[in-house]
């Protein structure tokens, strides 16, 4: 790829969900507060919900390597699990021998002892669940009921559910006050505003390696934060399409034009007036000259 060109380690605006890139937003960051100071407090369930892209995952991953020691984490990424499904991967995740467990009443019993031998240790469990949208009915209210599991003094088990805002949506339904009413916090993450755009942009540049001016100009970056409505994940996408255009013919310092390009090859973003330039060519055929380049560069033959 462009590594060489621009003088860095390792790609600056790739989407997975790379900790090591965390750049502590203020949306985050009070999502983080707010988990930490439920669980401290022993609610039960949390709920933290964010448009697609917003950085719920990335967030989940923080929240798994910066929860205090105190408690025990399972991390369910695939919520699309009936009750079965998903009683059976919380217990792997807390390390349940399910192997010699025939029926879901021995599963639930394991599950329970598990939770009170944590309890015991000196631990509490916390439970993670990612797209918790696609939960299906029957296991949000398994969900509900694992949560009524708890000693004179604290709850077995905290839940911390991370989700579009499709979640809110599905919880505002009357079948689901119950669970509704067990949510004591919440949080929504929002979109970066154009200074945050500029700092987290600078910070996966400098984390990638980069030494060198900004190459991301301040009018470039209220393009692109207007084109993407700073939404991290599209401010990666078109990122990388500019960094990949300019290595393409050679450039370094990145134009409107590259923006351009970038954002009418990405979905769901949309061309602004600040960054309208005329442009003829095929933005498929730039993107694929610009591979064409970089292959070539590493030594590929055509």
């Known amino acids: 790829m462009y590594l060489y060109h621009y003088g860095l380690r390792e790609l600056p605006f790739t989407i997975t969900p790379n900790t090591q890139f965390y750049y502590d937003l203020k949306s985050h960051h009070e999502a983080f507060e707010v988990v930490l100071t439920a669980l401290k407090t ?3 369930f949390i709920k933290i919900t964010g448009e697609v892209g917003t950085g719920k995952t990335l967030l989940c991953r923080r929240l798994l390597n910066d929860i205090p020691d105190f408690f025990k984490t399972a991390y369910i990424p ?9 009683r059976l991967a919380i217990a792997q995740e807390l390390s349940v021998e399910t192997e010699q467990l025939t029926n879901q009443q021995q599963l639930a019993r394991a599950l329970q002892q598990r939770l009170l031998d944590v309890n015991k240790s000196g631990q509490a469990v916390v439970i993670l669940i990612d797209e918790a949208q696609a939960l299906p009915e029957e296991s949000l209210e398994a969900l509900r009921l694992l949560s009524n599991l708890e000693t004179e003094r604290r709850k077995l088990v905290h839940i911390i559910l991370l989700g579009q805002p499709e979640l809110d949506e599905r919880l505002s339904q009357k079948a689901f006050r119950q669970l509704r009413q067990r949510i004591s916090f919440a949080h929504k993450l929002t979109a970066m505003n154009v200074d945050e755009t500029t700092e987290y942009i600078a910070h996966r540049m400098d984390v990638a390696g980069y030494k060198g001016a900004p190459i991301f100009d301040w009018k470039l970056i209220k393009g692109l934060h207007r084109s993407s409505r700073g939404v991290p994940r599209l401010v990666n996408m078109l990122c990388h399409k500019m960094l990949l255009l300019a290595y393409g013919e050679g450039r370094r310092q990145l134009s409107s034009k590259d923006l351009k390009l970038a954002v009418k090859d990405t979905e769901d973003t949309e061309l602004t007036r600040s960054v309208w330039l005329p442009v003829t060519v095929s ?10 380049v970089s292959y070539w560069k590493m030594g590929g033959s055509l």
């Open 78 to 86: 695939d919520s699309y699990l009936n009750p079965a499904e998903l």
């Open 42 to 44: 022993g609610e039960g």
């Open 283 to 292: 933005v498929g055929f730039v993107f694929l000259a610009a591979a064409a």
